[in-house]
């Protein structure tokens, strides 16, 4: 469910119509509603505990929208921050989350990004290989502290998505192996720089069956039975993120609730305190891309292309996942479907969203949504072909505020320095 609907023939997100933010703010834009972010995280956080589990830790994953007043509206409900940078670490505590709900993964954390998370006093670092564990003791000395650690385990199961977000595979480049784990754990807990609490996995993303998920926490129950029967303290399990969306032409994706039952029942009579990171089933449904129709471009040979003025990149998942996203009219015209190729402005062949999608007729001049581009949107924008970077604004009932502002050409050029000799 989301606040994006049609009234009295217009799109509005919440009370807020994308005619008026279009028209204030210009085009292309990104509109995110803070009453789908607020509702996403509570269903979740309801699902978890209606079924038992606790009060765990919900990290949002800061790389599916890393704005810090998104970051801000779900921090308020008691959101932590599932971060993978130095940088993220940043956005999480410039938007007020505490540091001890912060948990820092990834696979090449930098000596530097190590020092910082600790120093800023991160609830776990998720640790990912033996080098990796290396260097968090390595740094931890150094900084004369103990590094709270969970090792990522990668439990070597198929998980749906696409292949550039599976990441639970054993081919993958992501965790170790439960071996592994088991090993490292047992290490860290004798390294003077480290503390293990935990253990974590995080199999994919888009994930729209429940089973392979199953399959993998049922490993992760065991491995964290094993490590206590050898008397080592296990305090936290991180199960990730990657429950799916509905993105229109998909496969329903598992409800909250149905996630929520699916765990209760593989970790029952298990006491831990869980953790979570999810970002794509927060934040998706929670934005659209508004862009304007530049041209109708109607070729003898028959394809009508819809030029817009967004690119490839200001929404690169399609380009880069062969995303589906749902195209909808702002202002819907009345009149038959036409089959449109929709594409942007940038030099490339990759830069078309869509190809041979039916939507009302549209003329130059229209507005349009990409629905559920609040996930990897606006985060994965880029200045490519010179563009400046898309502006974001956040909605809260009938009030809306820019929270990301079109950057000017003159920022743009001012990043630069010319070299001496030129
Ligand atoms: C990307 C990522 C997530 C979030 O994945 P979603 O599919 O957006 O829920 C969670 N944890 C880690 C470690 C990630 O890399």
Request: aromatic share 6%.
């Amino acid at each position: 469910m989301n606040h994006f609907e049609l009234r009295e023939g217009e799109l509005y997100c919440e009370d807020v119509s994308l005619a008026r933010i279009a028209e204030a703010v210009g085009t292309p834009v990104y509109v995110y509603s803070s009453a789908t972010l607020e509702r996403h995280y509570l269903v979740l956080r309801d699902a978890l505990r209606d079924a038992g589990l606790g009060e765990p830790l919900i990290a949002f994953a800061v790389k599916a929208n890393s704005n810090v007043a998104v970051l801000k509206t779900l921090g308020a409900l008691g959101a932590g921050a599932d971060v993978v940078s130095e940088g993220e670490v940043r956005r999480a505590l410039a938007a007020g989350i505490a540091p001890e709900r912060i948990v820092f993964s990834g696979v090449g954390k930098t000596a530097q990004e190590i020092a910082f998370a600790l120093q800023a006093g991160v609830a776990e670092i998720n640790v990912e290989s033996e080098p990796e564990l290396k260097l968090v003791d390595q740094v931890a000395q150094g900084l004369k502290t103990r590094a709270r650690i969970a090792i990522r385990v990668n439990p070597d199961v198929e998980a749906g998505g696409h292949a550039k977000i599976s990441t639970g595979k054993a081919e993958n480049k992501f965790g170790v192996s439960f071996a592994e784990a088991e090993r490292l754990y047992a290490n860290a807990s004798n390294a003077a720089g480290l503390k293990p609490v935990g253990v974590a996995c995080h199999i994919g993303s888009q994930i729209t069956d429940l089973a392979p998920m199953e399959a993998a926490f049922g490993k992760m129950r065991s491995l964290v039975e094993r490590l206590r029967r050898q008397g080592l303290a296990v305090e936290r399990l991180d199960l990730g993120g990657g429950l799916g969306v509905p993105y229109f032409n998909q496969p329903e994706p598992p409800s909250p609730a149905a996630y929520a039952a699916m765990i209760a029942r593989v970790m029952a009579g298990l006491e831990i305190q869980f953790a979570f990171e999810p970002g794509r089933m927060i934040a998706a449904n929670a934005g659209v891309l508004v862009a304007r129709v530049q041209h109708v471009n109607a070729r003898p040979e028959g394809r009508n292309f819809l030029v817009l003025d967004a690119a490839m990149n200001d929404l690169l998942r399609p380009a880069m996942y062969d995303a589906y996203h749902d195209i909808r009219p702002v202002r819907p015209r009345p009149g038959a479907a036409v089959t449109y190729d929709v594409v942007g402005p940038v030099c490339e062949t990759g830069d078309t969203f869509t190809r041979d999608r039916a939507l009302a007729p549209m003329q130059a001049g229209d507005l349009l949504a990409f629905m559920t581009a609040g996930a990897y949107g606006a985060a994965m924008s880029s200045e490519y072909n010179s563009r400046p970077l898309v502006p974001e604004v956040l909605v809260k009932g009938a009030a809306f505020a820019v929270v990301r502002p079109r950057q000017t050409y003159d920022e743009m050029l001012a990043r630069e320095r010319p070299a001496p000799w030129l």
